[in-house]
């Protein structure tokens, strides 16, 4: 928890431009009292060794963590602080959002570098970096109602490392899990996917976010770095019992889909055409078969992807139109005749059917 006796010394000088560790927490703790609203389940909050929430009859709590870590999940050189305190908070709610919960709480623990690089562009050792880190995180929790109750501050020897918990709910019973697609099912997906896989490609490539500009290429960053986590919409299919299955596709929409399918004991028979590709992967692909692969295998659109039956279908469209989100029917689930988990997919291309391989991003590879 962020509180006083818990925290380690060496944070302070990690924080340069920070009178200490201290006032660090004590401006944290201020900032989120300022941007949230009281909540009737919440009996304290930051300020002691642990936050106390009260159980509510009929409910589950939904949990997720997610750990960006500094040149391997993002890199200083082209994410402004703001963006970042936005995606650390983002990621989770997509979690929660994919369960068909409600986010109610959040918990943010930093490991701060003792010494920055000399080539970055951004220092989290300097004050102006957590203000607009905080700006960012703060705006997005306040949009989706969610309080910051606690988390730790350390230093670190080298890179930043961010972990990002959030705390739902939904109905008991209610959550709605990877486990349950049926043959049937028609398959859904929020949005356009390869945007964002577009966009950092598009920073590797040495482009870079800037305020007011419109260009596709701006669309594609943006996409990367502030993802939109789809939480108004997962609430709703989760509290009408719309979905069969649904998953965030962070890590791609071929290999989330796959998981779907082994959880479930099924297949899933892909339309090519069908699949709802960003315009801005072609600044990046060579040609359609190129911009089809990243958009299905490039990961980190935070959009989801559901199966349900097609009596759902009505009421799915009728909440993607009030959420303003596209949502595409691009397959329908199918019986597994392989056991192995790249086989359970399918591409239907052309008219002929081929195997669609469950590629996406992976730490260790």
Known sequence: ???????????????????????????????????????????CGIGDDTAIISEREGRETLITTDLLVEDVDFKLCYAPPRCLGHKALAVSLSDIAAMGGVPRYSLLTLAIPKQNPQSTIHNPQLEEFWEEFFAGYFALAEKCGVILIGGDISSAPERLTIDSVVIGQCRRGQAVRRGGAHVGDGIYVTGEVGRSAAGLELLQRGERMSEGEERPAQKAVRAHLMPEARVEFGRQVGERRLAQAMIDISDGLAQDLAHICADSGVGAVIEYDAVPVAAEVMLVA??????????????????????????????????????????????????????????????RRGGRLETLKARGYDHFL
């Open 1 to 43: 928890m962020f509180a006083l006796c818990s925290l380690c010394p060496a944070v302070a000088e990690s924080v340069s431009e920070m009178k200490s560790e201290f006032e660090f927490i004590k401006r944290i703790r201020a900032e989120a009292a300022r941007h949230s609203d009281v909540s009737a389940d919440l009996v």
């Open 286 to 347: 060579e040609d359609k078969k190129a911009a089809f692969a990243l958009a299905v295998s490039g990961g980190e659109d935070y959009e989801l992807l559901l199966t349900a039956g097609r009596e759902a279908e009505a009421e799915l469209i009728a909440i993607s139109r009030a959420c303003q989100v596209g949502l595409t029917r691009i397959g329908e689930i199918t019986t597994a005749s392989e056991t192995e988990f790249e086989s359970k997919l399918q591409l």
